[in-house]
């Protein structure tokens, strides 16, 4: 009964600050935006011991977790653990494969890609990305905060009063960005407490401690912004930093929450996929798509995925109204290519996009220093059936007359004439007795209809014969024929017969 009475007073006592601090204005002015920051301080910490009190009053007892830590393929324990609740608790396909486990694996990795996908809005459209990682970075957190967290108006149980009215915490940046040299950036803060409070913004080096003042004056805390001049003694690479708001004596400080990167100017890296082998114009019903992709930075330095990153590969229809398949390609040390296998679709009525996708995907790797964008080929592809191929002659098809010695056009149609592709033909006797291989003096097709001229050897036998056409490709061994419906009357002279 004491929590609760002390709360209930808490909320009185936040109320009456904010209208104290609205009549106190008139005495020495301040910018409207500086009041309304405060009144939403005071509104959210009323919100904080609301929340309180409803646990005090019996709770909801509801599931809850603070994702304050990245994760990804390899990590395990309790964060983990966590993460599998949340995703559980979301309903996600494929989700029997990581129950009772505490270590992030593939599977669990992609059971983050599901839930990214589900809130792409808010995960990877803010970050220009086309698909789930499988990574929980910042962005995947805040989500998952805003789901789940326990802060706010989520407690787990009964947060202490605290002993001052102060606070300040670090907005931005607070983990995973990229700073320029040369550039300006603004830090962020939210900030109550006493007016007089001045703060110092500082850049520390982690790996060094190499520390760099932003401001040399100091500025009101009760402002919540300073911009950052990013300046070019500052070091990059593969260092990290952190940003403070010191507030000084009897004043609140706060940090950033994880570290950031600084590139420089002249490091911006461009991607590129120079190969990829194993596409091909048509694939059969369900046949396994065997990838093998090269993805470049501009120096020629393969883009690894210890380096950070991804390479993605999906199969939709060419109006892209479906996805039929998709992946995350698995980069081959000892080649230094990336694999991948799908299968095609089944429904040869449709066209297809094969798309490869590469990009940097993890936040806190070098790739992030080099300021790298996407980038992506797209093959177009069709599904055929198995089909034996075969011919059909349709002149001379039987009645026709042949003089000795004469050439005439033979006409086919299927299996066309191209290259690589050659054609013959035979006569056979009605008495089966003669079979003679005629030389065909030139053959091609048009409009689906191939022909070739053959020449009527003098040596023949007059009387009927049937004609044969054979065509071969050579790549294959494919051999396809057919034989006329009826006999041709080959003679010596015309008129005959």
């Known amino acids: 009964m004491e929590n609760k009475s002390f709360i209930v007073c808490a909320i009185l006592v936040a109320i ?51 994702f304050d830590t990245n994760l990804r393929i390899g990590d395990s324990g ?23 486990t505490s270590e992030f694996n593939e599977q669990m990795a992609s059971a983050v890609v599901g839930f990214q ?50 606070s300040m915490i670090v907005l931005s940046p607070n983990g995973g960005e990229t700073w320029e040299i040369g550039k300006t950036y603004d830090v962020t803060w939210s900030y109550v407490g006493p007016r007089e409070c001045t703060v110092s913004v500082i850049l520390t080096n982690v790996k060094s401690g190499m520390s760099y003042g932003g401001n040399n004056l100091p500025i009101s805390a009760v402002v919540g912004r300073y911009s950052f001049v990013v300046s070019d003694n500052i070091s990059t690479g593969s260092d990290v930093y952190k940003i403070e708001v010191n507030g000084g004596k009897g004043c609140p400080s706060d940090e950033s929450d994880r570290y950031f990167s600084v590139a420089s100017a002249e490091s911006a890296t461009t991607l590129s996929i120079a190969d990829v082998s194993g596409v091909k114009s048509s694939y059969t019903p369900g046949e396994k798509i065997i990838l093998a992709i090269k993805g470049m930075e501009s120096d020629g330095t393969p883009a690894m995925s210890s380096e ?10 060419s109006g892209r109204t479906k996805t039929y398949a998709g992946l995350n390609a698995v980069y081959n040390q000892l080649t230094g290519l990336w694999d991948a296998l799908l299968p095609a679709p089944t429904d040869t009525s449709l ?84 079979i ?62």
Not at 19 to 31: K, N
């Open 117 to 166: 996908e589900k809130y792409k809005n808010e995960i990877l459209t803010p970050l220009g990305l086309p698909r789930g990682t499988g990574f929980v970075g910042s962005a995947s957190r805040a989500k998952l905060n805003a789901l789940y967290s326990c802060r706010g108006i989520r407690p787990t149980q009964p947060v202490p009063a605290p002993t001052s009215a102060s």
């Open 78 to 100: 309790s964060e983990v653990v966590a993460l599998r609740t949340a995703l559980e608790q979301e309903g996600l396909s494929g989700l029997k494969a990581i129950a009772g």
């Open 16 to 66: 009456g600050g904010a209208l104290l601090s609205a009549q106190m204005v008139d005495a020495t002015p301040s910018p409207a935006e500086e009041l309304r920051l405060q009144i939403q301080q005071l509104l959210a910490q009323v919100a904080n011991l609301q929340a309180q009190l409803g646990q005090l009053e019996g709770g909801s007892g509801q599931w809850c977790h603070n």
């Open 308 to 317: 950070g990153y991804n390479i993605q590969v999906y199969i939709y229809d």
């Open 436 to 497: 003679h291989a005629i030389t065909v003096l030139s053959a091609g097709t048009s409009y689906g209809v191939s022909d070739a001229q053959v020449s009527v050897p003098t040596y023949l036998k007059g009387g009927p014969y049937r004609l044969q056409i054979t065509v071969i490709e050579g790549s294959t061994g494919i051999r396809v024929y057919d034989d006329s419906d009826g006999y041709i009357n080959i003679c010596e002279l015309a008129g005959c017969g």
């Open 351 to 434: 066209s297809y996009d094969l798309e490869v996708t590469l990009y940097c995907a993890t936040p806190g790797y070098p790739c992030m220093t080099r300021k790298t964008e996407q980038v992506n080929k797209v093959f177009r592809f069709n599904v055929v059936s198995v089909v034996t191929p075969s011919i059909t002659i349709l002149s001379p098809n039987g009645g026709e007359t042949w003089i000795l010695g004469k050439t005439y056009t033979v006409q086919w149609k299927g299996f066309e004439v191209q290259k690589g592709r050659w054609a013959y033909a035979t006569l056979f006797s009605a008495d089966g007795k003669e």
